[in-house]
């Protein structure tokens, strides 16, 4: 008797399901606390807490809605085998417009063209909702309809000009490996990732970013000359300082960094220049992005990624051939996407212990971030930045301990403030 695969599959997905809906609701019990925790009192505004109260909960609410919504749907869309029904039916899209079916390609390209529209249409909703109900009543957002609707359009369109070739390499490298007896596939197809991923990291921020956002270049000034400073006295290869336009969307405030090898650029968020009080705050909030800089993190992270997706290929290539599986979930052919998809499916167990063990990672490196821009003299505005982005973002804050673990790769505020507080202690 065969491995009821599917049945496995959507077992746990409904058990995770629940175990997640806990945690929820632990959260959100700590969200309606009515008093800020012992260690932010002082810190946080009354009026601050308020606010950030509300608008914790209603994202909450929400979020209850959506996971509800989703489970239903996933698991009714394998049990009741509605991919091998789209299958066939796009299949027969392909022949209908003059196309051979036979094409492994072309009927990919068209199921998931099929995909891509469903995955609009059922998030539409609550994404409207989230951007124009939630993020407004909060004073969050500031785009409009129009812009809301083409950034749609504009990610659609870059999901049709750049899916399409990639999606066709991948079937064309399992093709040729399989023909040929293909025992490195894994490797194969890791390389190809692994080559993509670079491209993207290099196009992204130079030609798809600007589609969304306009990058300027810092003004000169105090700000620029201090994050220049910084960045030389670290040796770190800064080749140009941004300003993005955030605010045309919402008022939440971030920086980041990107670029290979001696070409290093930052990017500062409009609003995150507008919420600091002072230069010093943001050039803070700089030391730490360069402290994951100057202790590999980022390095790590990617060798990790690159080290799991080699291990999700290889267990790929083990099951590829496993009528088995594919039967399981309604298939009595064998096509590569509806392997690589069936597959992610069935290690969803793997991938939520590794979620989990990435998060414990990434909070110990925002620790270790902190401590950095600590030892470059900026404790006290580092201190500051964090607490006026906890309000400006009017983040939560009460969390249940239970669920920050599972969830969040960054530590509490109360977390950060205490670690750097310790610090000081230990150092009298």
């Keep these: 008797m065969a491995f009821p695969y599917m049945e496995a599959v959507v077992g746990f997905m409904i058990l995770m399901y629940f175990f997640e809906t806990y945690l929820d609701v632990r959260q959100h019990a700590a969200l309606k606390l009515p008093t800020l925790p012992k260690t932010l009192e002082g810190e946080i505004s009354q009026d601050k807490f308020q606010k950030s109260r509300a608008y914790s909960l209603d994202k909450s609410k929400v979020h209850f809605v959506r996971e509800f919504v989703k489970i239903v749907m996933d698991s009714t869309i394998l049990f009741y085998g509605v991919l091998p029904w789209f299958w066939k039916k796009s299949g027969n899209l392909v022949t209908l417009v003059g196309l051979n079916a036979e094409n492994e390609i072309l009927h990919t390209l068209a199921f998931l063209a099929g995909v891509m529209i469903w995955s609009q249409i059922t998030d539409l909703p609550f994404s409207l909702y989230k951007t124009f109900v939630i993020e407004a009543r909060h004073g969050f957002n500031k785009q409009t309809i129009w812009l809301f609707f083409r950034d749609i359009i504009k990610e659609m369109f870059l999901a049709v000009l750049i899916g399409p070739p990639i ?163 309604g298939f009595d052919t064998q096509p590569v996407l509806i392997g690589l998809i069936i597959f992610q499916h069935t290690v969803i167990p793997f991938q939520h212990l590794f979620n989990f063990g990435l998060n414990l990672v990434s909070r110990s490196f925002e620790f270790q971030a902190d401590a950095f821009g600590k030892k470059l003299g900026y404790a006290s505005a580092l201190r500051s930045s964090l607490v006026i982005l906890q309000e400006e973002n009017l983040s939560a804050m009460n969390t249940d301990p239970w669920y920050s673990a599972y969830h969040y790769s960054h530590p509490t505020l109360a977390e950060r403030l205490a670690a750097l507080d310790d610090s000081d202690k230990k150092a009298d």
């Design 167 to 329: 999606v066709a390499a991948i079937i064309l490298i399992v093709q040729a490996r399989f023909s040929k007896g293909g025992p490195y596939l894994a490797i194969y197809l890791w390389a190809f990732m692994f080559v993509l991923s670079i491209v993207m990291m290099t196009v992204y921020p130079v030609l798809i970013a600007p589609l969304f956002n306009k990058f300027t270049p810092l003004p000169e000034g105090q700000l620029r000359e201090k994050i220049e400073k910084l960045a030389a006295s670290l040796k770190f290869p800064l080749k140009k300082l941004f300003v993005i336009d955030g605010s045309i969307r919402s008022s939440h405030s971030n920086a980041y960094m990107y670029g290979f090898f001696n070409n290093k650029r930052i990017v500062l968020y409009d609003t995150l220049i507008q919420q600091c009080k002072n230069d010093e705050e943001v050039v803070a909030v700089i030391a730490h992005e360069l402290g994951h800089w100057k202790l590999n993190h980022t390095l790590y992270f990617f060798v990790a990624m690159q080290i799991l997706t080699l291990l999700k290929f290889g267990g790929f290539t083990l099951v590829r051939n496993s009528t088995d599986l594919f039967r399981s979930f």
